[in-house]
């Protein structure tokens, strides 16, 4: 039984393409992945810019109220002195 060498330079060939078409395909994969993480990173930091600035505003909102009351709260105090 013999096997043809020319049959075997085939399967070598085929192998090199099937390994080199593979290397293309991880290496588009790896391209994609890097794109989809960089615009999921750049939608949670907006989400999150977005919340911290709405916090902020509501912390100042919640210290101006305060510093009305108190200056209400003195105001009613001194009258009725």
Known sequence: ?????TGIEDIQKSALE?????SALLEELTKTAE?????????IT?????????????????SELQ?????????IASELR
């Open 1 to 5: 039984m013999s096997i043809s060498i």
């Open 67 to 75: 510093a009305t009351r108190s200056a209400k709260a003195r105001h």
């Open 35 to 43: 794109v989809l993480n960089e615009h999921i990173l750049l939608n």
């Open 46 to 62: 907006g989400e999150l810019t977005g919340f911290l600035d709405s916090a902020n505003e509501s912390a100042i909102a919640f």
């Open 18 to 22: 099937i390994s080199n078409k593979t």
